[in-house]
């Protein structure tokens, strides 16, 4: 079964720094495109970032470019998301997803496992 968890969530100060993780199970990870999503209260879920299968290509949604990094080490079946300047609209809950035939899509229909999301809250 494949299962993605995510970790790392807690509350920041605005302008702190935060890195949460995704842990990949019951997949051959390398497979994957893998994605970032976060999902505010009231708000539909919205793209963050993605990067391609080994790695090489990362990819961002405007409002996050210079400020979040995404990174994965296919060795761990791990994937992460630096978060650097934080701000309170980052606020919400962070979800990885894997998407087996796209890289770097910004389309949440493309991915097709999720994990149970891992809540990040910036203060003010």
């Known amino acids: 079964q494949v299962q993605l968890v995510e970790s790392g969530g807690r509350l920041v100060q605005a302008g702190g720094s935060l890195r949460v993780s995704c842990a990949a199970s019951?997949?051959?990870?390398?497979?994957?495109?893998m994605g970032w999503f976060r999902q505010a209260p009231g708000k539909e879920r919205e793209y963050v970032a993605a990067i391609s299968w080994e790695g090489g290509s990362t990819y961002y949604a405007d409002d996050v470019k210079g400020r979040f990094t995404i990174s994965r080490d296919n060795a761990k079946n791990m994937v992460y998301l630096q978060m650097n300047s934080l701000k309170p609209e980052d606020t919400a809950v962070y979800y990885c997803?894997?998407?087996?035939?796209?890289?770097?899509?910004?389309?949440?229909?493309?991915?097709?496992?999720w994990g149970q999301g891992t809540q990040v809250t910036v203060s003010s």
């Open positions: 019951g997949l051959t990870f390398n497979y994957y495109a």
């Open positions: 997803a894997a998407a087996r035939y796209y890289s770097g899509s910004s389309y949440a229909g493309d991915y097709e496992y």
